[in-house]
C-alpha cells in the first residue's frame, strides 16, 4: 500500500546505472539482493528523486518465474520502498531463486531488514579514513 508521504521512484533503465549501483553498498538476504548507491551531486542535477531497478538472472529460473520474481519486487518496493527511499540515491534489487516462491510478508521483511542493513553500512564506510 503507497502511502500519502510516499516519494515518487524513477526507473533505471541503463546498464550504466546499474553497474554503478553495484559499486554502492550491497545487503543480501533469503530473498533479494540490495544495492544502494548515492548519486553525486552533478548526476542528480534538479531531479534528485530516488531511483530503482530490478534485475533477474536466468539462475532464478526460466522466463515465467523471472517476470514473477520482478513483478514481486515491484509490488515490495511499492509497500516499503516508496516510504523509505533516500533522495539522490540509486536502489538495484536482484531476484533469487527463493524470489518467486517466498511468502511475501517475508518478502516486504527482507526488503526492510536489506535497507537496515544498507544504511547501516553507508555510515560505517563513511566513517572509515580513505584507503592509500
Same mark, same amino acid.
Do not use: C, W
Given at each position: 500500500? &503507497? !502511502?500519502?508521504?510516499?516519494?515518487?521512484? #524513477?526507473?533505471?533503465?541503463?546498464?550504466?546505472?546499474?553497474?554503478?549501483?553495484?559499486?554502492?553498498?550491497?545487503?543480501? *538476504?533469503?530473498?533479494?539482493?540490495? #544495492?544502494?548507491?548515492?548519486?553525486?551531486?552533478?548526476?542528480?542535477?534538479? %531531479?534528485? &528523486?530516488?531511483?530503482?531497478?530490478? *534485475?533477474?538472472?536466468?539462475?532464478?529460473?526460466?522466463?515465467?518465474?523471472?517476470?514473477?520474481?520482478?513483478?514481486?519486487?515491484?509490488?515490495?518496493? !511499492? %509497500?516499503?520502498?516508496?516510504?523509505?527511499? #533516500?533522495?539522490?540515491?540509486?536502489?538495484?534489487?536482484?531476484?533469487?531463486?527463493? *524470489?518467486?516462491?517466498?511468502?511475501?510478508? %517475508?518478502?516486504? +521483511?527482507?526488503?526492510?531488514?536489506?535497507?537496515?542493513?544498507? +544504511?547501516?553500512? &553507508?555510515?560505517?564506510?563513511?566513517?572509515?579514513?580513505?584507503?592509500?
Amino acid at each position: 500500500m &503507497r !502511502t500519502s508521504g510516499a516519494t515518487p521512484l #524513477q526507473r533505471l533503465l541503463r546498464r550504466a546505472d546499474f553497474l554503478r549501483a553495484a559499486r554502492g553498498v550491497k545487503a543480501a *538476504t533469503p530473498g533479494l539482493v540490495l #544495492q544502494v548507491r548515492r548519486r553525486s551531486p552533478d548526476e542528480t542535477g534538479a %531531479d534528485d &528523486r530516488p531511483r530503482v531497478g530490478y *534485475t533477474a538472472s536466468r539462475k532464478v529460473g526460466n522466463a515465467v518465474i523471472r517476470n514473477r520474481a520482478r513483478r514481486r519486487l515491484r509490488s515490495a518496493v !511499492t %509497500d516499503v520502498l516508496s516510504a523509505r527511499a #533516500q533522495a539522490g540515491h540509486d536502489y538495484v534489487l536482484i531476484a533469487r531463486a527463493a *524470489t518467486a516462491e517466498r511468502a511475501y510478508d %517475508d518478502l516486504l +521483511a527482507d526488503l526492510d531488514k536489506a535497507l537496515d542493513r544498507a +544504511a547501516g553500512n &553507508r555510515d560505517n564506510r563513511s566513517s572509515r579514513e580513505p584507503r592509500s
